[in-house]
């Protein structure tokens, strides 16, 4: 199993990031390869730009431990398991968050990663606003 981390350091205050991320439903608000998203029963579906989509279930939205975990059920990267988390912790300049991969086989990670550097890109911005 694969496993993909990565930091964003986040210069604002971790309940105002918090708003966002358990905001699950918007997750298109802060990550700009997503057209659209919006919330289905327990999950959540996301249009991609250029088409396709994924269907995530949403596992967790924890306030006490600043956590969303999730898990991507249908893609176009043809993963046999997906699970996912962006956690917040505070800092004192203001917020990091920590989101987490794991994902079956090893080879879509080559795929995943250069998404995931994207959406941290904009989440470096988009969670400021």
Same mark, same amino acid.
């Given at each position: ?11 604002? !205050?971790?309940? +105002? ?10 997750? *298109?608000? &802060?990550?700009? $390869?997503?057209d659209d998203s919006k919330?289905?029963? !327990? ?5 991609l730009n250029g088409g396709?989509?994924? +269907? #995530?279930?949403?596992? *967790? ?12 059920? +249908?893609?176009?990267?043809?993963? *046999? $398991?997906?699970?996912?988390?962006? #956690?917040?912790?505070?800092? #004192?300049?203001?917020? *990091? /968050?920590?989101?987490?991969?794991? /994902? ?12 995931? !550097?994207?959406?941290? +890109?904009?989440?470096?911005?988009? &969670?400021?606003?």
């Amino acid at each position: 199993m694969a496993t993909i981390r990565k930091t964003i350091d986040v210069n604002a !205050d971790i309940e +105002k990031v918090w708003a966002k991320i358990s905001n699950v439903g918007e997750i *298109s608000t &802060l990550i700009g $390869f997503l057209d659209d998203s919006k919330l289905v029963g !327990d999950g959540r579906v996301c249009t991609l730009n250029g088409g396709g989509t994924l +269907k #995530e279930d949403i596992i *967790s939205v924890d306030p006490g431990l600043h956590r969303v975990v999730y898990s991507i059920s +249908k893609s176009p990267l043809n993963m *046999s $398991f997906h699970s996912a988390s962006m #956690e917040l912790t505070p800092t #004192e300049t203001g917020t *990091s /968050l920590t989101w987490t991969h794991d /994902l079956k086989p090893d080879e879509a990670s080559e795929h995943l990663e250069p998404m995931l !550097d994207m959406a941290c +890109k904009d989440m470096a911005t988009t &969670l400021l606003s």
